[in-house]
């Protein structure tokens, strides 16, 4: 990220704030600075010598390194806004910063860690990277076998609750008349139960007699393969003398132990695509109908390993089920005694459904009298009772942490300084880890698309839980289970990742936490008393996230700007203010500003640093001002209420703006956007609504001028008139989302839509289309529509064909109360998974009943029909006669 700052600062020459004589005669500084730091990154962080990175010379070299880094982008980045406050017309005599550069020290520091680098024997390094492969070695086949000690024979006793319905699926994938070899994968977040599940199938009495010989291994993070294969042999006979046997002999005895036998071979917790490669050489394919249950934390390695098998999400236990758990290990049988069930009962609920949080609590309640008010005490602390838990909950959480990579450890770290239970919602979440640097470029896509990838890849992990996807499945709403944020807080202390102010800090303690220790990241939900920080100025906060609705911060951060000049994050999305006060246009080096506004200043367009802008407003419209395009580094542009643009002065980076209106001084989106690619916006029937010319266009909302908060701003601006049905609309090909909100269009420009390429969801509302027949379009296809919403339709007849919907997953009818059926010939639509349907007439909901059956007698039990919440279940027939 300061690379990529400094590369502006060299060459860039349309950015008012930093097209300044006084910075351009600084450029040879920068271009020095920008060639020792990129000489010192391609030493010491070049992937193809990652095995010496844990050399204690390489982590102590990094370490310094990071620190100078910092150092240098502390000194430019305050002789930025020295310059900037200078040359600004309300602090011009400001002398809190000095406007000069001065990176003699910082290069000189930078210069003494090139020269031990150099001088660090690499060489000898790598000749000695092989004894520390093999060491670890020796230590991973010690690891391997420990956790075996506890093996199957073990879990057998187990109390095992609410795994009755997971169980009979996976039994029955593994009693499939398949003869090839399957794989059949339990996934989930450490602590759900996968093990318990495993060994709940593994010791089914169907399965004891379906399968000849049955063997349980536990891989772990690190493995030995010869301790596996003694797991393996251990767990078929436990007679054999192993000991002495060498790797071949070991695998030859599994060979022969297995040929020609319906075997199942439970692998147990593994990390790795490459370990499972390895793995499944030793399990040999004799068409027996053979299977092997695999259970893992990463929805990659069940992916990477599944064939033809299945892939099983373990979901957390009910708050039923939690309670009758800890029941079943308290009581060990016997009642709950009445006075105890209400707060047993929230001692359950308080264990968020995660198995091993409600036995570590059925521990602490089994050594505790059976006494009412204690039990309520308890209650009220159950997280910290599972927190120190040391060996228990927290480090098998903390694995998963350990696993990860590098890339994503700062993006799961950021997620502990929410409050709890905080709701993420996706595309803010991904602005907030791009603004913080987190997203490393790789030059081929959008940062956009790999910060998307990061997230997808921490859901897969099992550390972030959907709460809800868009239409074309991406990730829209996610949650961090309680555990695992703890996880976050307790590793983020450690590595002064961030400071969380939860209760109001002492004037020195905060002093010392932000000043003395260099504090870069602070979460608060309190009022910070800035006048401690005043001085010296210019701290190390570089983001500060506030949760406190009512506070001061504002005024003060404008009055004391310079305790936060170096601010690259500013979210204060609760504090609910009205003005943008001068002393904020001086943060210049905010990448991501979330905040209340009543109106849109000029002067926030100084923020040529910013990448997200979300305005907050109890206004119902804003006007935008003509310098908004000096905001030259702006991709997302999001307010709660409708943004009309009356003129630009030049074309802006925008890839996402919501709401917008284009006054008369603009000519079109393409000359003022070219490359957005999310856009919502409304239709004026007097215009050619010409978006195919957006190029890069994926998300497109369009509103017709009848939706309610659309009338004026300032005055009235309203264009066109809502004359509705005679829009012209060309859409582009690259379209992938489109919402139809009041636009009245007719049915027959279904057509115009159904032709587009690459549309993936329609959601159609508020009689987005108009009429009461829906009729057939021949056979034009929608190519990959994947869910179609219809909402508020006054729709009466919908004769579509299947034909029309190849690629239909989902289907949802909302509030439709006159649509009579849903006339698809669904049993010709492989694809169809899900159909929601809301406050239908009774007509409707006799269709759905018929398509049920239908499917039914079509063998297909997988589609999901729900009516106002509740599931419409399968009518499966009866064998009995």
Not at 24 to 43: A, G, H, K, V, W
Request: proline share 4%; net charge negative.
């Amino acid at each position: 990220m300061f690379m990529e700052k400094l590369k502006q600062l060299m060459y860039c020459n349309d950015i008012p704030v930093i097209n300044n004589p006084t910075i351009i005669c600084e450029r040879p500084q920068f271009q020095l600075l920008y060639e020792e730091l990129d000489s010192m990154i391609q030493t010491l962080f070049n992937h193809e010598h990652q095995d010496l990175h844990n050399f204690e010379e390489v982590i102590k070299l990094k370490k310094r390194f990071k620190a100078a880094a910092e150092e240098a982008e502390d000194i430019v980045d305050i002789f930025l806004s020295a310059v900037h406050c200078r040359n600004n017309r309300y602090f011009p005599r400001s002398d809190v910063f000095q406007p000069s550069l001065h990176l003699e020290v910082v290069m000189r520091s930078i210069s003494s860690i090139k020269m031990e680098s150099m001088t660090t024997h690499i060489d000898n390094m790598k000749m000695d990277s092989s004894l520390k492969t093999d060491t670890l070695k020796m230590q991973s086949a010690g690891t391997s076998h420990n956790r075996n000690s506890r093996g199957s024979k073990k879990l057998l006793k187990k109390v095992v609750v609410g795994f009755d319905r997971d169980a009979e699926i996976i039994r029955d994938k593994l009693a499939e008349d398949r003869k090839q070899l399957n794989v059949v994968s339990i996934v989930g977040m450490g602590g759900i139960g996968k093990t318990t599940l495993a060994n709940k199938v593994f010791t089914d009495p169907f399965v004891v007699y379906h399968f000849h010989v049955r063997g349980w291994v536990t891989v772990s993070q690190t493995y030995d393969k010869r301790d596996l294969l003694i797991q393996v042999l251990s767990s078929i006979d436990d007679q054999l003398e192993l000991k002495k046997a060498s790797y071949s002999q070991l695998h030859e005895m599994l060979h022969r132990s297995l040929y020609c036998q319906r075997y199942l071979i439970v692998i147990d917790d593994i990390w790795s695509k490459e370990a499972w490669d390895k793995l499944k050489l030793f399990f040999p394919d004799h068409n027996t109908g053979s299977r092997i249950l695999l259970t893992s934390r990463l929805t990659e390695v069940a992916a990477h390993a599944k064939s033809h098998g299945l892939i099983h999400h373990l979901q957390h236990l009910t708050e039923e089920e939690s309670w009758k758990l800890l029941c079943e290990k308290v009581f060990q049988g016997d009642e709950c005694p009445k006075w105890l069930i209400d707060p047993g009962m929230q001692i359950a609920r308080n264990c968020h459904g995660l198995p091993l949080s409600v036995v570590v609590m059925a521990g602490v309640l089994a050594k505790e009298a059976r006494n009412k008010d204690l039990w309520v005490k308890i209650s009220c602390s159950v997280q910290l009772y599972i927190a120190s838990d040391e060996k228990g909950c927290l480090e098998t959480i903390a694995l998963s942490y350990d696993h990860l990579p590098l890339h994503l450890r700062d993006c799961f770290l950021y997620l502990g300084g929410f409050p709890e239970d905080h709701r993420f919602y996706s595309p803010e979440l991904l602005w907030l880890w791009m603004a913080e640097g987190f997203i490393q470029e790789d030059g081929s896509r959008r940062l956009k698309e790999i910060a998307n990838g990061y997230l997808t890849d921490l859901v897969d992990r099992n550390l972030l839980i959907v709460e809800r996807r868009y239409a074309t499945g991406d990730v829209s709403d996610c949650k961090v289970h309680d555990l695992v944020r703890q996880v976050c807080v307790k590793k983020g202390k450690e590595e002064r990742f961030f400071l969380k102010i939860d209760f109001p800090p002492s004037k020195h303690h905060l002093y010392e936490v932000i000043i003395t220790h260099k504090q870069r990241r602070v979460f608060t939900n309190q009022d910070i008393d800035i006048m401690s920080l005043s001085y010296p100025p210019a701290p190390s906060i570089r983001s500060l996230v506030c949760y406190q609705r009512e506070t001061t911060l504002i005024d003060n951060i404008s009055k004391f700007f310079h305790s936060f000049a170096l601010l690259r994050v500013l979210n204060l999305e609760k504090c609910e203010s009205n003005d943008f006060l001068p002393g904020l246009a001086l943060l210049v080096h905010l990448r991501h500003l979330d905040i209340w506004l009543s109106s849109f200043p000029s002067s926030i367009c100084n923020l040529w640093n910013l990448q997200t802008l979300i305005v907050r407003t109890s206004s119902s419209s804003m006007v935008l001002p003509s310098n908004i395009s000096d905001l030259v580094n702006l991709r997302h542009l999001v307010c709660n209420a409708d943004l009309y643009l009356p003129s630009i002065e030049k074309p802006m980076k925008l890839e996402a703006i919501s709401n917008v209106e284009l006054g008369d001084g603009v000519d079109n989106f393409q000359k003022c956007f070219p490359r957005i690619r999310d856009l919502s916006t409304t239709l004026y029937s007097d215009e050619e609504n010409d978006f195919e010319v957006l190029h890069h266009l994926q998300l497109l909302i369009l509103i017709g001028p009848g939706y309610s908060r659309r009338r004026s701003v300032e005055g009235e601006f309203l264009r066109g008139e809502p004359n509705l049905g005679k829009y012209h609309i060309r859409f582009p090909a690259t379209l992938k989302q489109l919402e139809v909100i009041r636009c009245g269009l007719p049915w027959s420009d279904m057509s115009i839509i159904q032709s587009l390429p690459n549309l993936e969801a329609l959601i159609i509302k508020d009689n987005g289309f108009e009429g009461i027949l829906w009729g057939e379009t021949d056979e034009e296809q929608f190519q990959k529509l994947k869910f179609l919403r219809l909402e508020e339709l006054n729709i009466k007849q919908w004769e579509a064909s299947s034909i029309n919907f190849p690629c239909l997953e989902q289907l949802e009818v909302v509030n439709c109360v006159d649509l009579e059926e849903i006339s698809l010939e669904l049993r010709d639509i492989s694809t169809l998974n899900y159909i929601d349907v809301l406050n239908c007439g009774a007509s409707l909901l006799e269709s759905l009943q018929k398509t049920r059956q239908e499917q039914d007698d079509a063998g297909n039990y997988e589609l999901k029909i729900f009516v106002d919440g509740s599931y419409m279940p399968s009518c499966e027939p009866n064998h009995d006669d």
